[in-house]
């Protein structure tokens, strides 16, 4: 069964920076991009930064500059590199693989999400 873990997020003040982790497991064959989203109470979660398998990024324009994803595809880990954090970037923040998981195709595999709070 494909899963992701998230880890990393927390509590920190506004200009401080956090780096969020994201494990792939389970029935993985390939997975060709990766990517950050993030949610917070009553709003449609929103994306944040992809990474394909080529290396190729993507940011929203509210993040880029500030935020860095990167992957290691060899231990199937996700990270983002968050930087010069404001308060409107809290939220729970959600990995999102696409891929070939248990001999599928998918790009709804998702982890459960970790609180990043950031204080003004």
């Known amino acids: 069964q494909a899963q992701l873990m998230e880890s990393g997020g927390g509590l920190v003040q506004a200009g401080g920076s956090l780096r969020l982790s994201c494990t792939a497991s389970?029935?993985?064959?390939?997975?060709?991009?990766m990517a950050w989203y993030r949610q917070t109470p009553g709003k449609e979660r929103e994306l944040v930064a992809t990474v394909a398998s080529g290396g190729n990024t993507n940011y929203a324009g509210s993040v880029k500059g500030r935020f860095t994803i990167s992957r290691d595809s060899a231990r199937n880990t996700l990270y983002l590199q968050m930087n010069s954090l404001k308060p409107e970037d809290t939220a729970v923040y959600y990995c999102?693989?696409?891929?070939?998981?248990?001999?599928?195709?998918?790009?709804?595999?998702w982890g459960q999400g970790t609180q990043v709070t950031v204080s003004s």
């Open positions: 999102n693989a696409r891929g070939v998981f248990n001999g599928y195709v998918r790009d709804d595999v």
């Open positions: 389970g029935g993985i064959f390939s997975i060709n991009v």
